[in-house]
Every structure is written in structure tokens, then in C-alpha cells.
């Protein structure tokens, strides 16, 4: 494992890497998105260490959605949707990477979409996405500008379909609730057959999404995350940085 070498001479091996790797795959979460102004929950600025009535990690859960949705929506529009933001150099150099045939998947813990705004097409997203909005009823679909504009209108703060009046959930996964299958099986797939795992900006403590990292069999486990890991030491290169600034020093050939 490469740990005390310098951070120039960490992204030429990062580069080295890349540069010999044909079937990329990157796993990310909350930190790929800050650079981007989106806050992530556990760095000291993020979500979790500001002050709400309730914690984020229970306002964020099935149960307080079926029974505080109103609270659920306040904190949900206020804090998780973020339609402004636009991708950053991270977002822009992995659409980048598969584009030019080097990176085979994104599996992604964010629900922002700014992977799919940057180019990216084969994104699993395990968590689900707030561009997309379900009647919990009809099923009828709702983007986000949709809930965005309803959360502000209604009374409740709680969006409605506009055919059947029951409430829209967004398709997000909440505590309490399973990941889809097929994304799972998707992501197992893409990890098990990759020759280089890049992990990124995720601090790979919710489960079971991080445990997909255990399907990896090939020769290089990178992680770029600004604090530690516990996947830290199995890692055979370790960047510790911000993401978006140490991917942008990569050159795709
Ligand atoms: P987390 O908040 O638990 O951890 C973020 C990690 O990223 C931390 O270890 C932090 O040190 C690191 N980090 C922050 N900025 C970074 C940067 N610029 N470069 C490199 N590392 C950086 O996030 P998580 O592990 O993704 O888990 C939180 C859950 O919250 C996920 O399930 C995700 O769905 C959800 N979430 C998503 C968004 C989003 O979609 N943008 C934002 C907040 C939370």
C-alpha cells in the first residue's frame, strides 16, 4: 500500500493506474458532491452536525415520512433537493473515463444526479433520485420542480398528485426501506468483473451499500475521501483529498 508519499507523487500513481485499467468502476457518495455545494451528512459542516428539531437520520426514515410528512418534506426540500448545482471536475472526468472505454460503471449513494448531468450513462444509483416522484397511489410520475413547487404552495408543505390527491414520495430509499434488487445485482456485477475500484467521498458507514465494495476481486482498490475509512487499509492506494481537485489532475488518453 502507497501511504506516505506525496499527494503529486499519489496522483501520478493514481494516473499510472488509470492508465492501465480497462474496466473501471467508481463508488461514491455524499463527498463527490460537495465541491458541487451540496452538503454531504457526516463531514463537520454536513447535515448531521446542524441543528434541526429532529435528527436528520430519523427525519430521513420511512416512519417519520408515514407520520411527520409534513416536517419530512421541510427538512427533504430544504436540504436534499438542490436543483441549482451543477457537476464538478469529479462528475466531468469519470463521464469523461467512460466515455473514452476506461470506466465501465458509477454506483453512486447520492440521489442528486449530477453523475447524469456530467455526461455519465451506466449510473447505479442505490439510494434512488429526487428527480423522480411517484403518486404513492397511482404511481403517476412528478419531477422535482414538481415537488419543489407544490411543497411551497400547499398548505402542508406535502405534495399531492394532481389526478388522485394522495401524496407523491420521491423515489429515494429512506432508513427502513430495501435497496432495488436490480441495482444491486447490476452493481455486484460491475464490481466483481472490474480491474480497479476508485472509492470516493463516501465515509462507507450505510449499509448494506458499502458492503458491495467486499465484491471486488481485481488489482486496484483506490480511495480518495477526506477523512478515514475503515476500508483505509485494504486500500492499495490511499489519496487523502478532495475529489473533485484530485481528479481533475488526471489526463484521459
Ligand atoms: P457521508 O456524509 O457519510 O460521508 C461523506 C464522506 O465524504 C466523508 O467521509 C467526507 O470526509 C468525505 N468528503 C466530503 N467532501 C469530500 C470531497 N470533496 N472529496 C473527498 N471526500 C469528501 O456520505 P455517504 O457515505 O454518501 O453516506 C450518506 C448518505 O447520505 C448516502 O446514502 C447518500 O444517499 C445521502 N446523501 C446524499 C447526498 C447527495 O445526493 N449529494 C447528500 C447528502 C447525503
Redesign the pocket.
Known sequence: MYTMESIDKKIQILQDIINDSNSIVFF?????????G??????TS???NQEWKYPPEQI?SRTFFNHKCSEFYKFYCQK?I?LD?KPNS?HFKLAELEQKGKLSAII?????G?HQAAGSKNVFE??GS?HRNFCVNCNSFYDASFILEQHKIDSDGIPHCTKCNHIVKPD??LYEESLDNNTIDNSIKAISKADTLII???????YP??GLVRYFRGKNLVI??????DYDKNSTLLIQ??????LSRISVV
Open positions: 461514491g457518495g455524499a463527498g463527490v458532491s460537495t465541491e458541487s451540496i452538503p454531504d451528512f457526516r463531514s454536513g447535515l448531521y430521513v436534499m438542490a448545482a469529479a453512486t449513494q447520492n440521489i442528486d449530477l442505490l439510494h429526487v429515494v430509499v470516493g467521498g463516501t465515509s462507507l458507514v450505510v451499500a458499502s480518495i475521501n477526506m477523512s478515514p475509512t483529498g478532495k475529489i473533485g481537485e484530485v
